[in-house]
């Protein structure tokens, strides 16, 4: 089945230290994004691709970047992580920036 | 800019209750509304969507009109079951403001047997 696909669920890092989280997809869409999602709260876009265009959010943090190497791969970097991004991270895709987004399980950050 | 305003949860109802999740957006365009759902531990998942004024989405007993008139798209259910436990985001994805989407706050809905 066509499917986004992220990598690990979980992840446990410690303060400061650099982690990177990985999201696939099978779809062949235009479009991915990233959203960062702390509990009983709404998901915050932090940036998304339109196939190579990189488009940032303004209050997204500079400790947060992405590479999209390829189509399919859409990677999130948190170079110095605190305490507070420690959240669930979703990547989601969509066909053009419009439609529907799918979005991938997720993977749940633990800052130590 | 743009804003989505979602009931605010949580919301518990018995098995087969009729539920109305209430939400009212801004937009500076015409926008495409969306209601997405998010079971425990799990990324979202769209359950409905209309892309213009007066669709009707729909999805597994789930409704949700696009009324421009009074800028809203409920979400209704004339009988919910413990399944349809979740917390249920209203989203609009405006083509005036580069496609962006911009989600509520999310309503999370118990259903008791």
């Known amino acids: 089945d066509a499917m986004v696909i992220q990598n690990p669920r979980y992840q446990v890092t410690q303060f400061g230290k650099p982690v990177t989280l990985s999201c696939s997809q099978t779809l062949n869409h235009n479009v991915m994004y990233w959203y960062q999602q702390k509990s009983s709260q709404a998901p915050k876009l932090l940036f998304h691709y339109y196939d190579k265009d990189f488009n940032n959010e303004a209050d997204t943090p500079d400790n947060f970047q ?21 959240a ?15 979005f991938g399980p997720g993977t749940r950050l633990t800052v130590l | 800019g743009d804003s989505v305003t979602q009931m605010e949860g949580p919301v518990t ?48 007993g789930f ?41 509520g706050d999310g309503t999370t809905l118990t259903v008791k047997p």
């Open chain 1, 66 to 86: 992405s590479r999209r190497p390829n189509t399919s791969f859409c990677f999130l970097d948190i170079r110095s992580p605190g305490l507070g991004d420690a």
């Open chain 1, 88 to 102: 669930m991270y979703l990547c989601a895709t969509s066909r053009g920036s419009t439609d529907t987004q799918y």
């Open chain 2, 13 to 60: 109802l018995s098995e087969e209750a009729f539920l109305t999740i209430n939400c009212t957006y801004t937009a500076t365009g015409y926008p495409s509304l969306f209601w997405y759902v998010q079971y425990p531990g799990e990324g979202l998942q769209l359950l409905l969507k209309a892309t213009k004024a007066d669709d009707k989405g729909s999805n597994k």
């Open chain 2, 63 to 103: 409704e949700a009109t696009y009324r421009k008139e009074t800028t809203s798209f409920h979400l209704e259910k004339g009988s919910v079951q413990v399944s349809d436990s979740a917390v249920y985001f209203c989203a609009l994805s405006d083509r005036t403001n580069a496609g962006k989407s911009t989600f």
